[in-house]
Nanobody, 117 residues
Framework: VQLQASGGGLVQAGGSLRLSCAAS????????MSWFRRAPGKERNFVAH????????SYADSVKGRFTISRDNAKNTVYLQMNSLKPEDTAVYYC???????????WGQGTQVTVSS
C-alpha cells in the first residue's frame, strides 16, 4: 500500500484546510486509515481514524468538533477537514493505514500545516 498525502499549507487562525490521503496498491487489505501529526519538538500524536469498511470514527480530544475525517471508497482517499484552526494545530500531518490485526505499517510522506496567529 502506498499513501500520498496533500493539502497542507499556511492559514490564519480560525481558517480551514482540507487534507487528502490517496491510497494505492493493495487497498483491499486496509482496515483503518488515520491521521497523525507531529508538532515541532514534540512526539507524533494521533488525530483521527476511520474504519475502511463501516466508517467508524475516532478523534483526539484536542480536535473534536473542529476536524472531520471522511473517506471516498471509490477513490481510495481519506480526507481530514480542519476547521477553526489554532496555532497549536501547526504540525506535519501524516496519514497512515493498518491492516486488520496489525499496527500502522503504511505511512504517507507528511504534509505541513502552519497556522498563524
Amino acid at each position: 500500500v502506498q499513501l500520498q498525502a496533500s493539502g497542507g499549507g499556511l492559514v490564519q487562525a480560525g481558517g480551514s484546510l482540507r487534507l487528502s490521503c490517496a491510497a494505492s496498491g493493495r487497498t483491499d487489505s486496509i482496515y483503518v486509515m488515520s491521521w497523525f501529526r507531529r508538532a515541532p519538538g514534540k512526539e507524533r500524536n494521533f488525530v483521527a481514524h476511520i474504519t475502511w469498511s463501516n466508517g467508524g470514527l475516532s478523534y483526539a480530544d484536542s480536535v473534536k468538533g473542529r476536524f472531520t475525517i471522511s473517506r471516498d471508497n471509490a477513490k481510495n482517499t481519506v480526507y481530514l477537514q480542519m476547521n477553526s484552526l489554532k496555532p497549536e494545530d501547526t504540525a506535519v500531518y501524516y496519514c497512515a493505514a493498518a491492516q486488520i490485526g496489525e499496527t500502522y505499517n503504511y505511512w504517507g510522506q507528511g504534509t505541513q500545516v502552519t497556522v498563524s496567529s
